[in-house]
């Protein structure tokens, strides 16, 4: 059974860094495309980011490009988005998800929020 | 970007009722179509994949049938654990859009 497990949500203020983790485990991690979603609060689900198998291919939704940067590491069945310049719009429920296009497997979600 | 428009935004129905949501495309998408389920609190579940294949697992009174900008949803004698959030996404091309989202409520 797939799992994904996703960390590293919290409060941030506007302007700030934060980096969220995705670790899996029940599948080979490195012959998947993997992605972000996001669901803001009782709002509708939005794609953020994807990364294909080996890294070499990123991309993102206009609203965050530039500010985040998704990445994996294949040895450690890790997925991350690293997300900078963090607004208020941001705020949202991050969600880990197997599959570039469509999304197979999903994570339990990390929350984060941007508020001073 | 394209959009995706779902119909109707929620809806009441009863255990063994049939339920149809509908989900436009702002421009073709051939049968790139993914259909989600999502209870409260909980990560979306995939339901239905290139707008007709039912992912492994989901029963069988989900189906979903379209091509080009017009898609449905079906579900055949609602369940108790039906009631949830069914939202669309098109995985044609980037962005990959999701609808709003349609809440089928008892």
């Known amino acids: 059974e797939v799992q994904l497990v996703e960390s590293g949500g919290g409060l941030v203020q506007p302007g700030g860094s934060l980096r969220l983790s995705c670790v899996a485990s029940g599948l080979t991690f490195s012959n998947y495309w993997m992605g972000w979603v996001r669901q803001a609060p009782g709002k509708g689900l939005e794609w953020v980011a994807n990364i294909n198998q080996d890294g070499s291919e990123k991309y993102y939704v206009d609203s965050v490009e530039g500010r985040f940067s998704i990445s994996r590491d294949n040895a450690e069945n890790s997925l991350y988005l690293q997300m900078n310049s963090l607004r208020a719009e941001d705020t949202a429920v991050y969600y880990c998800?197997?599959?570039?296009?469509?999304?197979?497997?999903w994570g339990q979600g990390t929350l984060v929020t941007v508020s001073s | 970007d394209i959009q995706m428009t779902q119909s109707p935004s929620s809806l009441s129905a009863s255990v063994g009722d049939r339920v149809t949501i509908t989900c436009r495309a702002s421009q073709t998408i051939s049968r790139s179509l993914n259909w989600y389920q999502q209870k409260p609190g909980k990560a979306p579940k995939l339901l239905m994949h290139?707008?007709?294949s039912l992912q492994s697992g989901v029963p069988s009174r989900f189906s979903g049938s379209g091509s080009g900008t017009d898609f449905t949803l079906t579900i055949n004698s609602l369940q108790p654990e039906d009631f949830a959030t069914y939202s669309c996404?098109?995985?044609?091309?980037?962005?990959?859009?999701f609808g709003g989202g349609t809440k089928v409520e008892i």
């Open positions: 996404q098109q995985s044609y091309i980037g962005p990959f859009t």
């Open positions: 998800s197997t599959g570039g296009l469509t999304f197979d497997s």
């Open positions: 290139d707008a007709a």
